[in-house]
């Protein structure tokens, strides 16, 4: 089960496979790494080293994706993020 449904029979083909390329952000807390896809709402994992981390996010993404295309629901469009940082003063 994906996503709370049961995934429909039928083959899966590396076949005609498309590539995206995501953005994903990557927190360190105290116990490893949480990485979410903001492109994928829901979409995040985490992992107690950063390698593990990225790992488990492109597993993450790999299933968001194919859950979607098995039910022909829409896929996402490839979306440039920048990521910045502001000075606050208190």
Known sequence: MWGGRPRPPGRYSTDHMKRYTLPIIIERDAS??????????????????????????KDAIRLHLE???AYQEEL???KSVSFSTVDVSI
Not at 39 to 51: I, K, V
């Open 76 to 78: 996402v469009e490839e």
């Open 32 to 57: 490893g790494f949480f990485v979410s896809c903001p492109a994928l709402q829901g979409c995040y994992t985490q992992g107690t080293n950063y390698d593990g981390a990225i790992a488990n996010i």
């Open 67 to 69: 859950d979607r295309q």
